[in-house]
């Protein structure tokens, strides 16, 4: 810095220290106007008809244009870059960063999703100019991961670095979650490595087991509900005397998923006196047809409520012994009716189905079914027209799916959407024609968000029927109409992210 | 989109980028227009000059352009096979006619009896108004410097606005501009007290440079006349020779002010070299002319107001054309200190200006972020510079050329050169 630079600042520094206290208090002193400044204050104050504070307007003003004029940028000698590594993949295309853009703009995570899939697909990556609108999409939405980072690249990962609510560094493995993390990085941690390695996930609980509390030990222990089997049996049989109440209730829930289980067991011994399937005979003794009969004696109450059955009804409608007879059915491989009825299971489900008072426990054979992964009976459920069980649609196999899924949409649509939304294929063209009818009766309840964030599993084809889906009363049509339209932008947007990506 | 007023106009303008909307949708050479069903009885007719990119709609949307404007324009963008060639209807014909008519009388107004004494009165007894305005100003400030500037923070906003608002009286608003930006200085922020002395001081130049502007160069009184208030005239700035060049927009940076709007368009001449400032003023965003967004190429004819350094520019005729252009670039920090040192020894109320610089890198310095040059020479990045994360996202940390706005020692990106492309930062 000049000797003139270091004057000018000191000169400035002292008239504005001046203005502070008024020229009342203080006036400029001579002594810090050296240097070249020397003769400016001379000027200023050699006319004598300016009154103080005027001179110490123009000193400022004069001083404030030196200080302007000598600002210099601060050289420096050594300063440490910080240079984002060069990447190895190619950036998307122009048209496709306009659809991210847009995208992005259109607040759609399902769109903004698909889009990610695509450019990972393809390997390529985003254009740095919108990484920062990425990267706050990618924290608001909470976005996987990996993949933004696969789609960042390596300059995505270099700006994280630059803002602590972009959470980009590689996540901690399953091992050291499960070992440090919270209960929910924990629960999710054991629940992936239970999908890949039964075994290891259940060691690892038996092996901190008794480090934790009740409730995480409950939590926990429920993800064993992810590929139950019998290796698990020993285990959970010993967890029978466990103190804590919930992780009992726990464990039996469990127990009652495993038809080697003693508590299975002792539910077969039960069964006879509880569900009967008797011939009664009519028309004189001319014919006769199959009778229900259900009920819960006295002395096997005791025997339920040991297995962790409620005295009291979890279920609306269902009497305290009803609720306990539901739970208990739920706990009976299906076959095991077949077996000591001679009966098949379509017999079965119609005796049930006859009767008034009893066919209130057919979803408790429904679940029973789904628990047990008994693919005959949850075929021969998915054939009972008279009733529908929209749990069993994510259990059966493809093709009886979606004859169920058809079947369903006009007995219990609402839940038969609600159960495809889960779906990571997209919908069936008849489904989807089915789902716009639907909808179109109740905009209000599928609203634009509901396409907004479906619209990854609605079929390109369905442009060519929207124009023909109408709203089926008058109240609805303007909702309907305008939902047309956002649903034809919808699928105008994410085939622009098709076709952008097909561009290259 | 870049046209978009804002956020949500740019959300509903991209909704009616749907066909759909639209019961009719027609092109020309110079034109769009269509009919875009509203929630009223009748359409909103929605018309674009594509020659000269003006909106024109018949909604009540004070928004400008409204998002019909912009859902055509961006259908047509999208699906322009999806638009019918067919011959103007009167309403959009008429509008493009008296756009055309416009500009011409903006080119070559036809001259009116003019009565220069009556006229020489008007200014003088004006200029006389305004003297006495800035006799109260002077003695205003001068209180402020006697008592100290300690209690600015405690003012009440009124303190500032009574002084303004006296300044509008006496026809002088640019000073009254100026008195309302020292009432709207951050009181919170440290070193307050320097800027506050820095604006208070070229508010003390302009005034006294009013009152002494028969003893100053011809130019440089013309620009205190402008910081004063007194507008030039247009009539006979068009008169005037100009440039003609491509004009590569830099950046474009809008404001408001109750119910004027401001938007500043900055740009770089490829041929001529020129850096120039063009405003636009409308009320309710409503009545602009052209809508240029940053990165945009500008064929046009600029003409330059009198001034000691010239910068701002009036537009005569204007294409945007789709070209990429060559630029010369400063090649230190250095550099742009010498060109402002020159520039304040003609014009010593000199504001922000922009400057194209050879390969600039966002750097860390004693936790704070800095603009490096070539010579490892480093200038503060503006303080409040709400793009930095762009910045860094374009640059990755690396050396790029850079177009940057600003003046003395306070610089903030306004884009840069990339892949061989101007990215903008705004």
């Known amino acids: 810095m000049s000797n003139n630079t270091i004057y000018t600042i000191a000169a400035w520094q002292h008239l504005v220290e001046t203005a502070m206290l008024g020229s009342d208090k203080m006036q400029p002193s001579a002594d810090l106007f050296t240097g070249h400044l020397d003769e400016l204050y001379r000027i200023v104050n050699k006319n004598e008809a300016t009154d103080p504070e005027e001179k110490v307007l123009q000193l400022t003003a004069a001083v404030a244009n030196y200080r302007r004029c000598g600002t210099k940028p601060l050289q420096v000698h050594e300063i440490s870059t910080n240079e984002a590594p060069p990447e190895h993949?190619?950036?998307?295309?122009?048209?496709?960063?306009?659809?991210?853009?847009?995208?992005?703009?259109?607040?759609?995570?399902?769109?903004?999703?698909?889009?990610?899939?695509?450019?990972?697909?393809?390997?390529?990556?985003?254009?740095?100019?919108?990484?920062?609108?990425?990267?706050?999409?990618?924290?608001?939405?909470?976005?996987?991961?990996?993949?933004?980072?696969?789609?960042?690249?390596?300059?995505?990962?270099?700006?994280?670095?630059?803002?602590?609510?972009?959470?980009?560094?590689?996540?901690?493995?399953?091992?050291?979650?499960?070992?440090?993390?919270?209960?929910?990085?924990?629960?999710?941690?054991?629940?992936?490595?239970?999908?890949?390695?039964?075994?290891?996930?259940?060691?690892?609980?038996?092996?901190?087991?008794?480090?934790?509390?009740?409730?995480?030990?409950?939590?926990?222990?429920?993800?064993?509900?992810?590929?139950?089997?019998?290796?698990?049996?020993?285990?959970?049989?010993?967890?029978?005397?466990?103190?804590?109440?919930?992780?009992?209730?726990?464990?039996?829930?469990?127990?009652?998923?495993?038809?080697?289980?003693?508590?299975?067991?002792?539910?077969?011994?039960?069964?006879?006196?509880?569900?009967?399937?008797?011939?009664?005979?009519?028309l004189l003794g001319l014919s006769s047809r199959q009778v229900l009969s259900i009920q819960l004696p006295e002395p096997h109450k005791e025997a339920l409520y040991a297995t962790g059955i409620s005295k009291t009804s979890s279920y609306t409608g269902f009497a305290n012994d009803e609720s306990a007879i539901y739970d208990f059915i739920t706990g009976i491989p299906p076959q095991f009716w077949e077996t000591s009825s001679g009966m098949t299971a379509a017999a079965i489900i119609a005796v049930f189905e006859a009767d008034k008072n009893y066919k209130k426990y057919l979803p408790a054979i429904a679940a029973a079914a789904i628990a047990f992964k008994d693919a005959s009976w949850l075929t021969a459920l998915a054939q009972n027209d008279a009733a529908y069980y929209p749990e069993l649609i994510p259990h059966l196999p493809e093709a009886a799916r979606k004859a169920y899924l058809l079947k369903g949409i006009e007995s219990a649509p609402d839940a038969v959407i609600e159960a495809v939304t889960h779906d990571t294929e997209v919908w069936d063209q008849e489904l989807a024609a089915k789902i716009l009818q639907h909808t179109a009766a109740a905009p209000y309840q599928y609203n634009p968000g509901f396409y907004s964030r479906n619209i990854h599993l609605l079929p390109f084809s369905v442009k060519d029927i929207l124009p023909q889906v109408g709203a089926t009363n008058k109240h609805s049509q303007y909702a309907w109409e305008s939902m047309k339209e956002h649903i034809e932008r919808l699928l105008s947007l994410k085939q622009d992210i098709y076709q952008s990506f097909n561009q290259r | 989109m870049a046209l978009a007023p804002d956020a949500s106009s740019a959300k509903a303008g991209r909704d009616l980028a749907n066909p759909a909307r639209w019961e009719s949708r027609c092109a020309d050479e110079g034109a769009l227009w269509g009919a875009c069903k509203g929630s009223g009885s009748k359409p909103y007719q929605a018309q674009i000059d594509t020659g000269n990119i003006a909106f024109k709609c018949s909604c009540p949307s004070r928004k400008f352009p409204c998002k019909h404007g912009l859902g055509l324009m961006l259908l047509y963008a999208r699906q322009p096979d999806s638009f019918t060639k067919e011959a103007r209807p009167q309403w959009v014909s008429d509008w493009l006619d008296k756009r055309t008519e416009r500009e011409e009388k903006k080119s070559g107004k036809k001259e009116k009896p003019v009565h220069t004494a009556a006229q020489a009165k008007r200014a003088d007894a004006r200029q006389r108004g305004v003297e006495d305005g800035i006799a109260e100003l002077l003695l205003w400030m001068k209180d402020i410097v006697r008592n100290g500037i300690l209690s600015m923070p405690e003012k009440k906003q009124s303190f500032f606005k009574d002084?303004?608002?006296?300044?509008?009286?006496?026809?002088?608003?640019?000073?009254?501009?100026?008195?309302?930006?020292?009432?709207?200085?951050?009181?919170?922020?440290?070193?307050?007290?320097?800027?506050?002395?820095?604006?208070?001081?070229?508010?003390?130049?302009?005034?006294?440079?009013?009152?002494?502007?028969?003893?100053?160069?011809?130019?440089?009184?013309?620009?205190?006349?402008?910081?004063?208030?007194?507008?030039?005239?247009?009539?006979?700035?068009?008169?005037?020779?100009?440039?003609?060049?491509?004009?590569?927009?830099?950046?474009?940076?809008?404001?408001?002010?109750?119910?004027?709007?401001?938007?500043?368009?900055?740009?770089?001449?490829?041929?001529?070299?020129?850096?120039?400032?063009?405003?636009?003023?409308?009320?309710?965003?409503?009545?602009?002319?052209?809508?240029?967004?940053?990165?945009?190429?500008?064929?046009?004819?600029?003409?330059?107001?009198?001034?000691?350094?010239?910068?701002?520019?009036?537009v005569r005729d204007q294409n945007p054309v789709n070209a990429h252009i060559p630029y010369t670039a400063l090649e230190s920090w250095a550099q742009i200190a010498m060109q402002e040192t020159a520039l304040y020894r003609v014009l010593p109320v000199a504001t922000e200006r922009p400057y194209i610089l050879r390969q600039i890198k966002p750097v860390r310095y004693k936790d704070c972020w800095w603009l490096c040059d070539q010579e490892q020479a480093i200038v503060p990045l503006k303080e409040d510079f709400a793009r930095l994360h762009l910045l860094l996202a374009v640059t990755g940390g690396h050396a790029t050329d850079m177009a940057v706005l600003g003046c003395e020692n306070n610089f903030e990106p306004l884009g840069v050169w990339a892949s061989g492309k101007y990215i903008s930062l705004a």
């Open chain 1, 89 to 282: 993949l190619p950036y998307c295309s122009q048209p496709a960063a306009r659809v991210l853009r847009h995208i992005i703009n259109e607040e759609n995570k399902s769109l903004l999703q698909l889009w990610l899939e695509q450019c990972a697909e393809r390997q390529c990556i985003v254009v740095p100019e919108l990484l920062p609108l990425l990267l706050n999409a990618a924290e608001r939405w909470k976005l996987p991961h990996a993949l933004v980072t696969a789609v960042g690249g390596k300059r995505a990962l270099w700006l994280a670095g630059y803002n602590s609510r972009w959470q980009l560094a590689p996540e901690a493995t399953d091992e050291a979650q499960w070992q440090e993390g919270t209960t929910e990085q924990r629960a999710a941690a054991l629940s992936r490595m239970r999908m890949a390695d039964p075994e290891t996930a259940r060691n690892e609980l038996v092996a901190l087991w008794s480090k934790e509390s009740a409730n995480v030990r409950a939590a926990l222990l429920s993800i064993l509900e992810i590929n139950l089997s019998d290796a698990d049996l020993p285990w959970l049989e010993a967890l029978k005397a466990d103190k804590s109440q919930k992780v009992k209730e726990v464990v039996f829930r469990l127990l009652r998923r495993l038809s080697a289980s003693a508590v299975v067991q002792e539910y077969q011994r039960l069964a006879p006196g509880i569900v009967a399937i008797r011939k009664e005979k009519k």
């Open chain 2, 163 to 314: 002084m303004a608002g006296r300044m509008v009286d006496a026809k002088a608003p640019g000073l009254a501009g100026m008195v309302k930006e020292l009432g709207g200085i951050s009181y919170y922020k440290e070193g307050w007290q320097s800027v506050f002395m820095d604006q208070l001081s070229a508010l003390y130049l302009v005034a006294t440079g009013f009152l002494n502007r028969d003893k100053l160069p011809a130019a440089l009184k013309e620009d205190i006349l402008s910081l004063t208030g007194f507008t030039q005239s247009k009539e006979k700035l068009l008169e005037k020779p100009g440039i003609t060049d491509h004009w590569l927009v830099l950046g474009k940076q809008v404001s408001e002010d109750e119910q004027l709007t401001t938007e500043r368009y900055w740009l770089y001449g490829a041929r001529s070299g020129h850096l120039a400032l063009v405003l636009q003023f409308g009320f309710y965003r409503q009545g602009f002319n052209f809508s240029w967004s940053p990165g945009m190429v500008v064929d046009a004819h600029l003409i330059f107001f009198d001034s000691a350094a010239p910068l701002r520019a009036l």
